[in-house]
């Protein structure tokens, strides 16, 4: 057991501690010259403090020459500290090994945070749940739970699972997945996630979703694959890093040569130089520039309800111009409410309905749950059906009774009576949507009423004094409704009935009008257009899985205000990194110049590189910060 918390703490602080002590004995080293130690026992102490703290740089740039023959920045490095010492300048060399030790130890600590705030996040959700199963309680993994377990959740503590609540009333602290830590009110029929904190009631909860696959362990997978995962833009600068280490190595090989043979320097002056040169000619500022700052972007993010599937799409939002939005189920909450059922044949109201739940029954779309609904509440036989044929954007065939039936928009019906038509324009224009059933030619409507998120406006009002221009409802709906609804929302471009593939042209078109383009979606008919925009937004709570699977960037609380904070976000991120990059190359240009000119000594070199290194970092790391939006 002890060896084991050893071991850990050498893992989390080892590099820490072996800084500190080469710190230790180059001071010592210093004090003894003043001492008037002699060289022996000064070199001495010098040396364990390039030990100390150049070793790991050392062995991992050797191992990188050997085995993938490039040339790494922590060679350049060690080399220079050693041709140091070789010419005598034994507390230049050591001040700079201590130097570059500190900012790798800091640089570690930057990178371990976002790793912590990923097992912070997988700490949340708890290993055992009390289920009930065949009456009795019982205490199981929560990992082994599946769909239609009930869940018993005792006062305070952490929910389990995914599930909807069946009996019992709290108020539950969702922080874990909103990030705000106020309570809601949750009772029969509400949901619950994984991770969040039960309040004083008992709750009885069925389980939603499957144990390994609730809403937070999704996030942490996510948050995962998002930090392996690097921009080009890095990518870029990591190659050029190594092609660039060469160029200063042949750099540093002509400040020795050319000064000496031409006199101008002595040999051993040009050594010195060339030390310096490979210190500040080294581009660890450049290669610090973009990482830390996108990581702290991803983790503050990830606190705020915004899964960046990748740090490329933090800058890529950063550029968004213009934004689409899906209607059904991404700006309306996506659980409407039947408000007529009109039967235009001899069949009743009735019968019509209990034909249309049997059909929507097989079906997965927002609509027919709502049909379904609405016959059990009318307490109506639903009649079995069987053979559905999805057409996304449109609707569905089934065969009920040995008849094939159709549901959905005007399109998949040959005749329309114009009573029906008129009927349901004057529905659309109240908002409502409309789907008409029958077999062949369309006997009656069902007209239902979505209501759009609660702040939907003002999330489309913030993105609107971002600069976002224009804003586009995409719906496979019809214009009435669509319009009614863009009325609501302060949208006035609206494209009404889309399919799937209509989706995709406008996100194109949208892409050569404005340049970078976002779309936000939750449906299956959704996923073509998310992926053929710059950035593609799910709606996580809500959202279908393929429609998770192909966006960039996933709203973990289905909140659009989070939209304008992600997009903010991306702007602070886009404009550190040039910050940064600026900054990185205007210190090494001065300082290479001031090598040259013969202003500096190594020291002041290894300050004014390392700084810099240390402050883009800083700089980068400012993004952990939430700001006020
Ligand atoms: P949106 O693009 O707004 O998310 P969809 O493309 O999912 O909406 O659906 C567009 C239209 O197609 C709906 O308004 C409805 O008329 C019809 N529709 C699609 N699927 C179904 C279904 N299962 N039952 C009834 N109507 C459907
Ligand atoms: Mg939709």
Redesign the pocket.
């Known amino acids: 057991m002890r060896s084991v918390a050893y071991a850990k703490l050498w893992e989390r602080h080892g590099e820490a501690y072996t800084t500190a002590l080469c710190a230790v004995f180059v001071a010592a080293g210093w004090f003894a010259s003043r001492a008037g130690v002699g060289l022996v026992g000064t070199n001495a102490l010098y040396l364990l403090g390039y030990v100390l703290g150049g070793y790991r740089q050392a062995i991992e740039g050797t191992r990188t020459l050997v085995k993938d023959r490039e040339l790494d920045v922590d060679l350049l490095m060690v080399v220079a500290a050693i041709g140091a010492a070789a010419i005598g300048y034994w507390f230049d060399g050591a001040l700079l090994i201590f130097i570059f030790a500190s900012s790798g130890t800091l640089e570690g600590y930057a990178g371990a945070r976002t790793k912590r705030d990923i097992e912070a996040l997988m700490a949340l959700h708890p290993e055992d749940a009390l289920v009930v199963r065949d009456g009795r309680e019982e205490r199981v993994r929560a990992d082994t739970l599946g769909v239609s377990d009930t869940v018993l959740v005792r006062p305070g503590e952490r929910i389990a699972a995914d599930g909807r609540v069946v009996e019992g009333f709290s108020a539950v602290n969702q922080a874990a997945i909103t990030g705000e830590s106020i309570a809601v009110d949750r009772g029969p029929g509400d949901e619950v996630f994984a991770g969040t904190i039960n309040g004083h009631g008992a709750l009885r909860v069925t389980v939603t979703r499957p144990g390994g696959d609730t809403l937070l362990a999704r996030m942490v997978k996510l948050v995962e694959d998002a930090r392996e995962r690097r921009p080009p833009a890095q990518l870029f600068i990591e190659r050029f890093e190594r092609t660039y280490a060469k160029v200063v190595v042949i750099g540093a090989i002509l400040v020795v040569a050319l000064p000496s043979l031409a006199g101008w320097w002595t040999f051993r002056q040009a050594l010195y130089r060339a030390m310096i040169f490979l210190v500040v000619a080294s581009p660890c500022a450049l290669a610090a520039s973009m990482m830390p700052t996108l990581l702290s972007a991803l983790s503050n993010g990830a606190r705020n309800g915004i899964l960046f599937k990748g740090s490329a799409f933090i800058e890529a939002l950063g550029r968004v111009r213009a934004m689409a939005f ?5 700006v309306t909450a996506g659980r409407p409410v039947v408000t007529d059922v009109l039967s235009f044949s001899v069949a009743a109201d009735d019968e019509l309905l209990a034909i249309a739940a049997g059909v ?1 029954r097989l ?1 997965e ?4 749950r709502s ?1 379904v609904a609405e016959a059990e509440r009318r307490n109506l036989a639903v009649v079995a059906a069987s053979d559905l044929q ?7 065939h089934a065969t009920v009774g040995g008849q094939r039936w159709s ?3 005007s399109s998949l019906f040959g005749t329309v009576s114009n009573e029906i038509s008129t009927r349901q324009h004057g529905l659309e224009a109240d908002g409502k ?3 008409l059933i029958g077999d062949g030619r369309a006997q009656g409507l069902i007209a239902l009423r979505d209501t759009i998120r609660p702040r939907a406006r003002e999330a489309i009002h913030a993105l609107v004094d971002l600069g976002i221009r224009p804003m586009v409802l ?5 214009r009435e ?1 669509a319009a009614a609804i863009g009325r609501e929302l302060g949208i006035v471009e609206i494209h009404a009935g ?1 399919l ?1 593939e209509d ?1 995709v042209s406008v996100v194109q078109e949208l892409t050569r009008r404005c340049g970078q383009v976002a779309m936000v ?3 299956v ?2 996923a073509p257009a998310l992926a053929s925009s710059t950035v593609g937004i799910a709606m996580g709570v809500t959202g279908t899985d393929v429609a998770l699977e192909t966006a960039d960037i996933v709203l973990t609380t289905d909140e659009l205000e989070k939209i304008a904070y992600a997009v903010a976000l991306g702007r602070r991120a886009l404009r550190v990194v040039k910050q940064n990059l600026v900054l990185a190359l205007g210190m090494m240009v001065v300082l290479v110049g001031s090598d040259l000119l013969g202003w500096i000594t190594l020291p002041w070199g290894v300050v004014g590189h390392e700084g810099s290194t240390l402050l883009v970092t800083l700089n980068g790391l400012r993004l952990l910060r939430s700001s006020k939006r």
């Open positions: 899906d209607k059904t189920g991404t929507e079906s779309h927002p609509l027919a049909i999805a057409i996304p954007g449109e609707g569905a549901i959905g928009k949507t409309v789907v995409l719906t496979g709906d019809t409704t889309l799937p989706k979606g939750d449906g008919n959704d």
